[in-house]
């Protein structure tokens, strides 16, 4: 079965470092990753995802993420952090299961900046 | 304004009441689902529906109904059956249901049972 696996569950940063977050799936076949978040109080949305093409895919608020399909990784970056970014974020899987979009979801990780 | 909606935003019940969560969307999307968010364990999916008049089981379907009767309406009921159905619950959308497509999140309906 499809897994998806966020590495750390609470990280706390100064404003202005840099953020790396885990995430690893566990489905061999052809699948799409995203990553959306939740802000304090607001729906969750689609920060960026990944169909094909340029393993680098840049999304909103200066976020990028990188599919390493040896590693099965596609891990969350940015260079400079704001306090804006506290939120929660989840990495997403999505495979054909039967015909069907199936689309897995991670635990979450939770972001807080500190000013 | 397209989106999803989702009322109420708290809901609180006896326990051994069936409860019903509405979701309506107007993004004409043809694919619905409903996910259950608890601290710690992510967005697990409970129920999704790809066109009208059809759905299928996720993850933890358990103790849980859903109708897709309309296009735009994805009612999810909460059953006696559910054994721990206080929880956040949300609905999202997608325009199809494969695996490409990005789904909307609505706001979500807190639920509390007493």
């Given at each position: 079965?499809?897994?998806?696996?966020?590495?750390?569950?609470?990280?706390?940063?100064?404003?202005?470092?840099?953020?790396?977050?885990?995430?690893?799936?566990?489905?061999?076949?052809?699948?799409?990753?995203?990553?959306?978040?939740?802000?304090?109080?607001?729906?969750?949305?689609?920060?960026?995802?990944?169909?094909?093409?340029?393993?680098?895919?840049?999304?909103?608020?200066?976020?990028?993420?990188?599919?390493?399909?040896?590693?099965?990784?596609?891990?969350?970056?940015?260079?400079?952090?704001?306090?804006?970014?506290?939120?929660?974020?989840?990495?997403?899987?999505?495979?054909?299961?039967?015909?069907?979009?199936?689309?897995?979801?991670?635990?979450?990780?939770?972001?807080?900046?500190?000013? | 304004?397209?989106?999803?909606?989702?009322?109420?935003?708290?809901?609180?019940r006896k326990e051994g009441q069936n409860v019903?969560?509405?979701?309506?969307?107007?993004?004409?999307?043809?694919?619905?689902?409903?996910?259950?968010?608890?601290?710690?364990?992510?967005?697990?999916?409970?129920?999704?529906?790809?066109?009208?008049?059809?759905?299928?089981?996720?993850?933890?379907?358990?103790?849980?109904?859903?109708?897709?009767?309309?296009?735009?309406?994805?009612?999810?009921?909460v059953t006696s059956?559910?054994?721990?159905p206080?929880?956040?619950?949300?609905?999202?959308?997608?325009?199809?249901?494969?695996?490409?497509?990005?789904?909307?999140?609505?706001?979500?309906?807190?639920?509390?049972v007493l």
């Amino acid at each position: 079965a499809q897994s998806v696996s966020q590495h750390n569950h609470h990280v706390i940063l100064s404003e202005a470092a840099s953020l790396e977050l885990g995430c690893n799936y566990s489905y061999g076949g052809t699948v799409n990753l995203f990553w959306y978040v939740q802000y304090p109080g607001q729906h969750l949305q689609l920060l960026l995802k990944y169909f094909s093409g340029d393993p680098l895919v840049k999304g909103i608020k200066g976020f990028e993420a990188e599919f390493i399909k040896s590693k099965f990784s596609f891990n969350l970056r940015k260079p400079s952090v704001q306090w804006s970014d506290t939120a929660e974020y989840f990495c997403a899987a999505g495979s054909d299961s039967g015909g069907y979009q199936k689309v897995t979801f991670g635990t979450g990780t939770k972001l807080q900046v500190i000013p | 304004d397209g989106g999803i909606t989702q009322s109420p935003k708290y809901l609180f019940r006896k326990e051994g009441q069936n409860v019903t969560l509405s979701c309506e969307q107007n993004l004409n999307h043809d694919a619905m689902y409903w996910y259950r968010q608890d601290p710690g364990q992510g967005l697990r999916l409970i129920y999704y529906s790809q066109i009208v008049n059809d759905f299928q089981k996720g993850d933890i379907a358990e103790g849980y109904s859903v109708s897709r009767e309309k296009k735009e309406s994805f009612p999810l009921t909460v059953t006696s059956a559910q054994k721990n159905p206080t929880a956040f619950y949300l609905c999202a959308s997608s325009l199809r249901g494969d695996r490409k497509n990005e789904q909307f999140f609505g706001p979500g309906t807190r639920l509390t049972v007493l």
